[in-house]
């Protein structure tokens, strides 16, 4: 019963988080995942059966290898979204590092047109 | 002394090294521009100081972010000439790079890059010697250029090559993707025999030879995404 607790409370503490920290760039599909994650690993948690007979439906030993398989699966998924997101991020970086560096330097040529007026 | 032709020297770290360099660069060239990718030495001042133009990148990008800042600073200056690459390290020789300039004038080529296999190499390792070998089978099969070099930073590029490149690997892989747009935009490419003196520091600061899987990766994840 304890596990049971445990387990209800992590997801539900997880999908705080997400709520909780989500601009408003997060696309409804993921918000719409996350709920159905959540909801399935409450009904998973409550009812270990359930799982074990959808795994024999979909001709898996246990629940529990089911219930992996899905989360290598998710796992994968998660991480190159977040690899893409990495390189936009990374792409966005050299724009802006580029264009500061030119504007430092166009802002040291004005500088010095304007101290060198005085003298001629 | 060249007036037209622009020194690009990409530098992360090489305040010990970059003085002379750019030094001996303006015994020949009028104009060195250096970009800063984000060194946490004083290369900037030691480079500024020495008479070079420096950019600086407030955050480390990579070498080829680098030389990208410096093409889009050239494309857009008028005046610029040829735009010659040359590394901060003190690998290669401004002779190389003068001889290089002159050839690219009196031919007119588009691109010509350094090549080693052309010239010659002062004591190379052997697992530099290895990988390069490697790298230049792997340039060739997805450049289609028949090439007897590669990651070579000594380069003189027209006006046209500059405006045509764009570099959107920030890291070292950068060389087969510039050898990749002479191909996509037609510029008309030649090599030239150079030598690169492997000194006791740039074999220190040069990149790992276990950075060659991370070349090839990022390449072939890139040209599998444009094949899509």
């Known amino acids: ?120 | 002394m060249d007036q037209t032709t622009v020194v690009l020297v990409p530098m992360y770290n090489e305040a010990s090294v970059v003085g002379t360099v750019v030094a001996e660069l303006r015994e020949h060239f009028a104009t060195i521009v250096c970009v800063d990718d984000g060194s946490s030495d004083d290369s900037a001042s030691v480079a500024r100081t020495a008479g070079a133009l420096v950019l600086r990148h407030p955050v480390n990008l990579g070498q080829g972010a680098a030389l990208q800042t410096g093409f889009d600073l050239l494309s857009r200056r008028p005046g610029t000439g040829l735009t010659v690459t040359f590394d901060a390290d003190g690998q290669h020789r401004v002779a190389d790079a003068v001889a290089m300039v002159e050839a690219s004038r009196r031919t007119g080529v588009d691109v010509l890059l350094g090549s080693r296999a052309l010239g010659s190499t002062t004591d190379q390792p052997l697992a530099r010697r290895l990988l390069l070998a490697a790298a230049l089978r792997y340039s060739r099969w997805s450049t289609g250029l028949a090439l007897t070099d590669t990651h070579n930073g000594l380069r003189v590029l027209s006006r046209r090559a500059i405006g045509a490149i764009r570099l959107r690997q920030p890291g070292m892989a950068y060389a087969t993707e510039l050898e990749s747009a002479i191909t996509q935009s037609r510029l008309s490419w030649a090599e030239h025999p150079t030598t690169i003196a492997y000194t006791e520091y740039s074999r220190r600061k040069g990149q790992s030879n276990l950075n060659a899987f991370n070349i090839v990766y990022d390449l072939t994840s890139q040209r599998l995404r444009s094949a899509l």
């Open chain 1, 1 to 120: 019963m304890i596990i049971k607790v445990f387990l209800i409370a992590s997801v539900a503490m997880a999908g705080w988080w997400l709520l909780r920290s989500s601009g408003g760039r997060q696309l409804a599909a993921t918000r719409l995942g996350g709920l159905l994650f959540a909801a399935s690993w409450v009904t998973a948690v409550m009812a270990p059966d359930l799982v074990s007979r959808v795994a024999n439906l979909m001709g898996v030993g246990r629940g529990t290898d089911l219930v992996l398989y899905l989360l290598v699966v998710a796992f994968l998924f998660s991480s190159i979204a977040q690899r893409q997101r990495l390189r936009t991020v990374e792409e966005r970086l050299a724009t802006v590092a580029r264009s500061q560096a030119l504007l430092e330097l166009e802002l040291a040529r004005r500088t010095d047109e304007r101290e060198r007026v005085p003298e001629s």
